[in-house]
C-alpha cells in the first residue's frame, strides 16, 4: 500500500512535493483528470487536519500523468466537499493499492 503522510500544514506537503518535482497545479486544470482518469496516477497522498472546524480538512494529491507531468491537486476533504476531481483522484489512489 502507497503511504499517506500526515503533515501540520497544506504548505508543507505542497513544499514536499516541490521538492520531489511535483511543479504542475493541476487544480487549474482538473477537468482534463475527470474526462480522463487513465491517464494519470496518484503516487503520493497528504491529509491536512483542522485544529478544530472539520470543513478546514484538506488532501493534497501528487499526481504523474502518463505523458511523465508531476503535479499536485489540493482539495477539501470533508464530508461536505464534493468536488468531482477529488473523487476522481480517491478513486485512482484506492485503485492504485489494490494492485500493490
Known amino acids: ?42 503516487e503520493h497522498v497528504y491529509r491536512y487536519e483542522g485544529d478544530s472546524d472539520p470543513d478546514e480538512e484538506s488532501v493534497v494529491y501528487g499526481i504523474v500523468s502518463i505523458a511523465g507531468v508531476k503535479g499536485v491537486f489540493v482539495s477539501g476533504f470533508s464530508a461536505n466537499s464534493d468536488n468531482e476531481a477529488s473523487q476522481v483522484l480517491e478513486n485512482l489512489y484506492i485503485q492504485s493499492n489494490r494492485k500493490s
Do not use: C, R
Open 1 to 42: 500500500m502507497k503511504p499517506t503522510y500526515h503533515y501540520t500544514t497544506v504548505l508543507e506537503a505542497l513544499e514536499d512535493l516541490k521538492e520531489k518535482g511535483f511543479l504542475h497545479d493541476f487544480n487549474l486544470h482538473y477537468e482534463i483528470i475527470i474526462a480522463n482518469p487513465q491517464d494519470y496516477a496518484v
